[in-house]
Every structure is written in C-alpha cells, then in structure tokens.
C-alpha cells in the first residue's frame, strides 16, 4: 500500500510566494516520475511541473521562471516552491507519483495526493 500526502497549501496574496510538499510512503521500490498538477473551479486538471528520477524537470508555460519542482529520490519526497504567485494560479494542488515500483512486484502503479487548496487573493 502506498500513501502519498501533500502540505503546503493556503492563502497568499499575489506576488507572494508558497511552497508545496508531497510525501510518498509504502513499500516503495522506486518512483519514475513525481509532479504537480492543478485543477481550478469549472477547468480540467493540468501538468503544472514534471520531475524523473534522473533530475529533469518540466513546467507548463505559465508557471516557468516562477515556480521550482524539486525531488529526493531517497526520501521519495517532491516540493514545489512558487514565486510571484498570481491570482490565476488558485487551484487546488495534486501531487502524482507515476512508475511506481512496489517491493516484489513487477506492476508499476500511480498515485494521487488528496490535493491541497492554493489561493492567492489580496
């Protein structure tokens, strides 16, 4: 079983700046690729950032410069840290842990975060 939680979230006023942390915990051999997505009221959900294994990040246009993903591969951990929040990046936050790769298992799994409410209001 594997459980994956993210903190972080909250109000911020724009131009200030938050930083997400998404834990995943289980019996977890190896993780492929861990990221953030987002889903505002009435849209989809969207990629916001991307990060392998291997360090190699990826970031939705809107948010490049802004926001850092980064991983710790050892404590199977992700955190986005994000600058010169606009009121356009209110959503709530979901963290994925993709190519999940259980002891004793050949399957590869994902999984979701519960998701935690990022609003940036003045």
């Known amino acids: 079983q594997v459980n994956v939680v993210e903190s972080g979230g909250g109000l911020v006023q724009p131009g200030g700046s938050l930083r997400l942390s998404c834990a995943a915990s289980?019996?977890?051999?190896?993780?492929?690729?861990m990221a953030w997505y987002r889903q505002a009221p009435g849209k989809q959900r969207e990629l916001v950032a991307v990060?392998?294994?291997?360090?190699?990040?990826n970031y939705t246009d809107s948010v490049k410069g802004r926001f850092t993903i980064s991983r710790d591969n050892a404590k199977n951990t992700v955190s986005l840290q994000m600058n010169s929040l606009k009121p356009e990046d209110t959503a709530v936050y979901y963290c994925n842990a993709d190519g999940v790769k259980i002891f004793r298992s050949g399957i590869y799994y994902q999984y979701w975060g519960q998701g935690t409410q990022v609003t940036v209001s003045s």
């Open positions: 990060v392998t294994s291997k360090g190699t990040t």
């Open positions: 289980g019996t977890i051999f190896s993780i492929n690729t």
